[in-house]
Nanobody
Framework: VQLQASGGGLVQAGGSLRLSCVAS????????LAWFRQAPGKERELVAG???????VYAEAVKGRFTISRDGTKDTVSLQMSSLKPEDTGVYYC????????????WGQGTQVTVSS
């Protein structure tokens, strides 16, 4: 297993959750890392990403509410989610991607986030 995600759960609207994803050391240090989500009946979409250099990108729907970070001491990428809304409900997947040789595109197993109204 290259990526192991955790931290999902059930929370009321307005609440917070923190997702974490542990990657093997080499994968972590040489990858751009991201969180995607997939709601029922919808396609998987990018939520937030962070480059090896620490540059971040966010979906418009989560800007100002979610924060992605990477911790090289723990080989972990985290997603701090605040002010959660019912539309944030879905299965969240971590991703590690490298587009130059050696290339890879790894996915975690997914963790369920449910936000009740």
């Amino acid at each position: 297993v290259q990526l192991q995600a955790s931290g999902g759960g059930l929370v009321q609207a307005g609440g917070s959750l923190r997702l974490s994803c542990v990657a093997s050391g080499t994968i972590f240090s040489l990858s751009a890392l991201a969180w995607f989500r997939q709601a029922p009946g919808k396609e998987r979409e990018l939520v937030a990403g962070i480059s090896q250099a620490g540059t971040t990108v966010y979906a418009e729907a989560v800007k100002g509410r979610f924060t992605i970070s990477r911790d090289g001491t723990k080989d972990t990428v985290s997603l701090q989610m605040s002010s959660l809304k019912p539309e944030d409900t879905g299965v969240y997947y971590c991703n590690a991607k490298r587009v130059v040789t050696p290339r890879w595109d790894y996915w975690g197993q997914g963790t369920q986030v449910t936000v009740s109204s």
